[in-house]
């Protein structure tokens, strides 16, 4: 050991080389380890500010996007109520409106064998019963049927029937539970009212007395508990809207509302890394990753004190009066990022974990290059010193040794004595000089005839890829001319088909209004001077006449909107296709635009990969311009389709879920510029973006970043042709990658 000490110390004193790596692998060391330290803590200190304001934006999102169909409830279920008691206000001859309501009470509703009575016959099979188009209403045994509950079940039968079948695209079901035990509901595809046992009383479930006055004096929407549905087998909450008629409590209007899909998106959709939880201000837990099958047991009645998890327990204590929407659980080393959801008053948190940041830190560090740089510039400015004496003033002399060789002094002297590299390298460099006098003139020679040969071959290379690639790009460019030329004429030929069609519909829905506005006149007429007989009022109420006379007009109003929307379209597909002259003519860019994004609509649509690409149009105030719209057109074209390519192939590598929450955009501003010189079109995305390679050759001819067989290189060349070289504008963009793509065209006035 003593003797490698020792073999080391030589080495240290005899060799430059050792010397000079080993003092500056000391300092550069020293210098690494204090910025890396550095730069760690500056990057946690961004990386917590950061997060906190992308956590605070994502729970409010969350939030509103959650408490969309809880609110939406609450609103459907008082226009109900509010409807349901405009219409028992409704006046009405009492003695009349009696008989009229007990006729149809006893049209529609049946007394069955067992004391009950319910709006179908007993002893036939419920099959026959058509549960898309009615509600079911049952009544208890012991209810007294009075005139005025005859009103209330024949207006809840027909009120919950309509509204039910409107609103089953969101909500299972609509119902009225009243204290009289009575109960209409609709539910496609499940006669409930109908399958009910004869002992059913819907007063004593959480449904109906959560919003009597003793469990809720301030008459607002309520919300039950978390239960298993005993029907569906799914997890459902309710919200109950309650009834009071002249401050009397009837009962309560309801939605029965699946909760499935939100807890499984709160489970399985939230940040990489962090979980969702959700909870009532009671204590009950609704949704956790941890806890499913405990939940699943439970059925929905797991309260958080009786899981003995601490880390829960302090979330929720946190939870109940947060300073803002995101706190610092410092203690489990996490952040809290807490909204409630409108309706039932939950609680949502979503928990991050404090060590995604430090593992962030960790691989994004790369301010530790910089620090590595910094501490380079330092030791070398150090270094200087040091290598003066050592390495300086020895090569300055083979440095006029070199410059004599240079020029062409062949007789040149080193001291060749010293024991280092550097005696060695003045040994080698004066067998050199000796061995290059002696090849000099012939390799001088031989360079000189390579050097013209090359030159020669270079030149006409050159000449050749010149003349190729002009040839390429005049095929392509006319192969792309002829693609739009017969697009045009495509088009323009269906917009001319369409309108003879459009036309005669157009007046033909014209004379239809106008013979029904006299029939709809003389059946008043007739029925004011003959008053109708019961077989005819039956008839009438059998056909709705009128729900008829009251859509009707709407259907054809309908018909002529539909028609007016066609003949819209065929103008734009006309616009988009109308042929450029050989002069400039003044045309409406906005029109131009939107028979792009007509062509391109079908491509807009979602797919089975992504869903729709949004479309926003922020149109200023833009005068006609002179231009040849048609090439303006097909540079809108390539532009837009390029965008919607770009967004397919993201859409591969993307879940439908996370398109979702991030939803594809695509936006169109136009505006006359600050110097009223020119008009401003602007087509940006928030796709993948361009890098700085990819956007200094954008409009390159023949560049492309698209798979062979799927793009050409030429469509944004050809864009900046038309812009630049025809209309004297200018078109740019602006991209970074992640961060998506903005394309500027501005067109001189």
């Keep these: 050991m003593q003797n490698l000490w020792i073999r080391a110390i030589d080495l240290y004193r005899t060799s430059l080389t050792v010397k000079t790596l080993l003092n500056m692998s000391l300092r550069v060391a020293l210098v690494v380890v204090v910025s890396t330290t550095v730069s760690y803590f500056h990057v946690m200190h961004h990386l917590e500010s950061q997060t906190g304001q992308q956590l605070e934006h994502y729970i409010t999102e969350r939030g509103q996007r959650e408490s ?81 509950l005859k009103r209330q079940l024949l207006t809840a039968q027909r009120l919950i029937t309509s509204h039910g079948m409107a609103w089953s695209n969101r909500f299972i079901n609509t119902y009225l539970n009243t204290g009289k035990d009575t109960t209409t509901i609709y539910w496609q595809g499940t006669p409930l009212a109908l399958e009910a046992k004869a002992d059913f009383k819907p007063s004593n479930d959480e449904y109906f007395y959560v919003a009597d006055p003793q469990h809720n004096p301030t008459r607002q929407p309520v919300w039950t508990g978390v239960y298993s549905d005993t029907v569906t087998k799914v997890w459902m909450v309710s919200a109950v809207v309650p009834l009071y008629i002249k401050e009397h409590f009837i009962g309560g209007f309801g939605h029965d509302i699946e909760l499935n899909n939100l807890i ?109 740089f910094a501490a380079l510039l330092v030791e070398v400015s150090l270094l200087f010193f040091v290598l003066r004496n050592q390495i300086a003033f020895p090569l300055s002399y083979l440095t006029m040794a070199s410059q004599k060789l240079a020029d062409g002094d062949f007789d040149v002297s080193l001291n060749i004595n010293r024991q280092d590299e550097l005696g060695q390298l003045a040994a080698s460099f004066i067998k050199m000089t000796h061995q290059l006098q002696s090849a000099f003139h012939n390799l001088q020679q031989k360079i000189i005839e390579k050097e013209q040969a090359e030159a020669l071959i270079t030149e006409k290379n050159n000449a050749l890829e010149a003349a190729f690639g002009e040839l390429q790009t005049a095929q392509l460019q006319t192969v792309q001319s002829e693609k739009m030329a017969a697009l045009g004429n495509l088009v323009a030929g269906v917009a001319h088909e369409i309108n003879n069609p459009i036309g005669f519909l157009n007046g033909s829905i014209k004379n239809a209004e106008d013979y029904t506005q006299d029939l709809f006149e003389y059946l008043q007429v007739y029925q004011e001077q003959q008053p109708p007989t019961e077989a005819i009022q039956e008839s009438a109420e059998d056909v709705d006449l009128d729900f008829l006379l009251e859509d009707f007009p709407k259907l054809l109003k309908s018909m002529r909107g539909a028609t007016d929307r066609i003949k819209v379209i065929s103008t734009s597909l006309r616009t988009f296709s109308r042929a450029d002259m050989e002069h400039k003519v003044s045309a409406n860019l906005h029109e131009g635009l939107d028979s792009t994004l007509l062509i391109l609509k079908y491509r807009f649509k979602a797919s089975e990969h992504r869903p729709a690409i949004e479309v926003i149009q922020d149109y200023g105030d833009l005068p006609k311009l002179g231009c040849f719209s048609g090439q303006l057109n097909q540079v809108f074209m390539n532009i837009l389709a390029n965008a919607i390519d770009m967004f397919d192939e993201m859409a591969l590598q993307t879940t439908f879920e996370e398109l979702n929450t991030h939803p594809q955009k695509v936006t169109l501003q136009t505006a006359v510029a600050a110097d009223q010189t020119a008009v401003e079109v602007r087509i940006s995305d928030n796709g993948k973006g361009m890098s700085e390679a990819v956007k200094s050759r954008i409009f390159e001819n023949l560049f492309t970043t698209k798979a062979v067989g799927k793009g050409t290189g030429l469509g944004m060349a050809i864009a900046h042709k038309i812009v630049v070289e025809t209309h004297g504008g200018t078109i740019a963009v602006q991209s970074k990658p992640g961060q998506g793509s903005e394309f500027c065209i501005q067109l001189p006035l």
């Design 264 to 372: 499984e998106q709160t489970v399985n959709n939230n940040l990489p890394g962090a979980y969702n939880i959700i909870f009532d201000r009671d204590g009950r837990l609704i949704a956790h990753p941890k806890y499913v099958e405990q939940l699943q047991q439970a059925e929905g009645q797991l309260n958080i004190d009786d899981l003995n998890d601490e880390h829960l327990q302090r979330i929720f204590q946190l939870s109940l009066s947060p300073s803002q929407n995101v706190i610092k659980n410092s203690e489990n080393r996490e952040f809290l990022a807490l909204t409630e959801l409108t309706g039932p008053n939950w609680l949502f948190v979503t928990v991050y974990p404090e060590s995604l940041l430090s593992e962030l830190a960790f691989d994004t560090i790369q301010f530790v290059l910089i620090a590595g």
């Design 68 to 148: 969309t169909l809880f609110q939406l409830a609450e609103d459907n279920l008082t226009s109900l109520r509010d409807r349901f008691l405009q219409e028992l206000d409704s006046p009405l001859d009492q003695e009349v409106a009696d008989q009229a309501i007990a006729a149809r009470f006893d049209q529609q509703f049946f007394y069955w064998n067992d004391g009950t009575t319910r709006n179908f016959p007993d002893g036939r099979s419920l099959s026959d019963f058509d549960t898309t188009r009615k509600a079911t209403s049952f009544v208890g045994q012991k209810t007294e049927i009075t005139p005025s």
